[in-house]
């Protein structure tokens, strides 16, 4: 007997009838980057994404939410910066307010996720506090603790710790039952491994640190036990999802963790892995539209229920999740 497998592959019909994994809208998660001033400023190295007001978040979300993208995570891209990150809580930070007016004007359906991290909103750009040149641990959840929670009074439906502190998923998720926001969700960055992966991100959050690296508190790229144990203590602290990040180099994570838990698994398509295929495209290099739907579609197939991407929405304007 001669086995074909290509008798599946013969037509698109019964190629899609036998297509494990699919791309569809609502796996996607659409980032934005709040600025204080209102207007639009483009990101350089993040061809489509720009940095956004308050008004301008709140028209480009509506037109979002029209083409089927019913989930954002929005990044605080504030002026005010000091040692200790005080405007990262401040409820009239434009932030905040951006959550509520979203949650005003699009209720439930929209998904606003927030991070909560400090690095925007501390003067030497690292996400803890420093003491000493150290990044100290416990100092620093204290104040993601009230961050998240000025997210939480605001209006997010998701906080999302990205700072890579010990202990802040159980301080976020007291503070937030102290306060009555026992259905605000957490969605942790479980994964996230220390590198050049950021890049982009930085230049559009202009969070870098100052001084030093971020290897005291993100993970090391060398390993992937370490990721998992630190994932099921996220699972403990009662985190709700977990991130793995960045996606693309992580996929082997992504499909351990599957197995290694129960929870939904979010991954991060982060901005070098979005922006790398987008300079290689303007050099005619590879093709771009095609690449990046398959860099999504393997996410999936690792085993991501969701993805955060820079291409969201072109994914869904090009015709990629249909
Ligand atoms: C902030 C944060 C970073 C990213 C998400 N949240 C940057 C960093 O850790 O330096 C990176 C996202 C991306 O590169 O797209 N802690
Ligand atoms: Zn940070």
Not at 133 to 143: L, R, W
Not at 219 to 228: K, L
Request: with cysteine.
């Amino acid at each position: 007997m001669f086995i074909r497998p290509r008798r599946l592959r013969r037509t698109k019909a019964i190629r899609d009838l036998v297509a494990e994994t699919d791309l569809r809208a609502r796996h996607l998660i659409q980032p934005y980057f709040v600025q204080d001033a209102e207007g639009v400023s483009p990101i350089a190295s993040l061809p489509g994404i720009a940095r956004t007001g308050l008004q301008a978040t709140l028209k480009q979300v509506e037109a979002d939410l029209k083409l089927g993208l019913r989930s954002v995570v929005l990044f605080g891209v504030p002026d005010t910066k000091s040692p200790l990150a005080e405007h990262s809580h401040d409820p009239k930070g434009s932030l905040p307010r951006t959550i509520s007016a979203l949650k005003q004007a699009f209720g439930d359906d929209l998904i606003v996720m927030t991070d909560v991290c400090l690095c925007a909103y501390t003067d030497h750009g690292h996400c803890g506090v420093v003491e000493n040149g150290e990044i100290v641990n416990d100092a620093s959840v204290a104040i993601l603790a009230e961050m998240a929670l000025t997210h939480a009074q605001a209006g997010a439906d998701v906080v999302s710790p990205s700072d890579m502190m010990d202990g802040r998923v159980a301080a976020i998720r007291a503070r937030l039952d102290e306060e009555g926001f026992q259905n605000t969700a957490i969605l942790s960055y479980a994964i996230k491994h220390n590198g050049a992966y950021y890049g982009p991100f930085r230049e559009a959050a202009d969070s870098s640190p100052k001084f030093g690296d971020r290897r005291t508190y993100q993970m090391d790229p060398r390993n992937a036990r370490e990721g998992i144990k630190d994932a099921l203590l996220d699972i403990e602290e009662g985190a709700d999802i977990l991130m793995v990040k960045p996606g693309i180099h992580n996929l082997d994570l992504i499909w351990r963790l599957r197995e290694a838990c129960l929870l939904p698994i979010c991954s991060y398509h982060v901005s070098s892995e979005f922006s790398s295929v987008k300079a290689a495209d303007q050099l005619g290099w590879v093709n771009g539209d095609q690449l990046l739907y398959e860099q999504l579609l393997s996410l999936r197939r690792a085993g991501s229920d969701m993805i955060i991407t820079y291409a969201a929405r072109e994914a869904v304007q090009k015709g990629w999740t249909a």
